[in-house]
Each structure stands twice: as C-alpha cells, then as structure tokens.
C-alpha cells in the first residue's frame, strides 16, 4: 500500500508565498517523477511542476521563475516552493509520485489527497 500525504499552508495574500510538501509512504521499491497538478476552480487539473529522479525539472509557463519544485529522494519527499502567488494560482494542488511498489511490476501512478490554496488579492 502506497499513500502520498500532503501537507502545507493553504492560503496567502497575492505576492507572498506558500510551501506545499508532500512524503510518499508504504511499501516502495523505487519512485521516479514526483510532481504537483493543480485545478482552478471549474477547470481541469493540470501539471504545475515535475521533478525526475535524477532531478530534472519542468514547470507550467504559467508558473515558471515563481514556484520551484525539489525532492528528497532518501526521505520520498517532494515539496513546492511558490513565491510572487497571484490570484489565480488559486486552486487544489496534488501532489503526484510514479512509484513502483513492492511485489509489482511497474511503475503506477499515485496523488494526494489534495490541498486548496488560495490566493486572494
């Protein structure tokens, strides 16, 4: 059993920051891209930033010069440091781990249970 938990500060001013965390538990054998998806209200969820294993990254325009995505591959830990936040970065973020567990045969996909933020102007 694998389970990703979130955890983090939800809300904050346009301009300030938020830092969203996220530690994948259970049964690991190996974990390669941990990212984060984001959906605004009445919108589909999106990528907002991704980090590979070896630490390659890539981020949404949108976000780009602004969040920063790193990982903790010893503690299976992925974290997203927002800065300069905008209203409408406003939605719930999911935290995302491809991650290969014990007694399977891949990689599946995993996400969090979801975290609102919000960003108010």
């Known amino acids: 059993q694998v389970q990703l938990v979130e955890s983090g500060r939800g809300s904050a001013q346009a301009g300030g920051s938020l830092r969203l965390s996220c530690a994948a538990s259970g049964n690991i054998f190996s974990i390669n891209d941990m990212g984060w998806y984001r959906q605004p209200p009445g919108e589909q969820r999106d990528l907002a930033a991704v980090i590979s294993r070896d630490g390659t990254t890539n981020y949404a325009d949108s976000v780009k010069g602004r969040f920063t995505i790193s990982r903790d591959n010893a503690k299976n830990t992925v974290t997203l440091q927002m800065n300069s936040l905008k209203p409408e970065d406003t939605g719930v973020y999911y935290c995302?781990?491809?991650?290969?567990?014990?007694?399977?045969?891949?990689?599946?996909?995993?996400w969090g249970q979801g975290t609102l933020v919000t960003v108010s102007s």
């Open positions: 995302y781990a491809q991650v290969w567990a014990v007694g399977y045969a891949a990689h599946d996909d995993y």
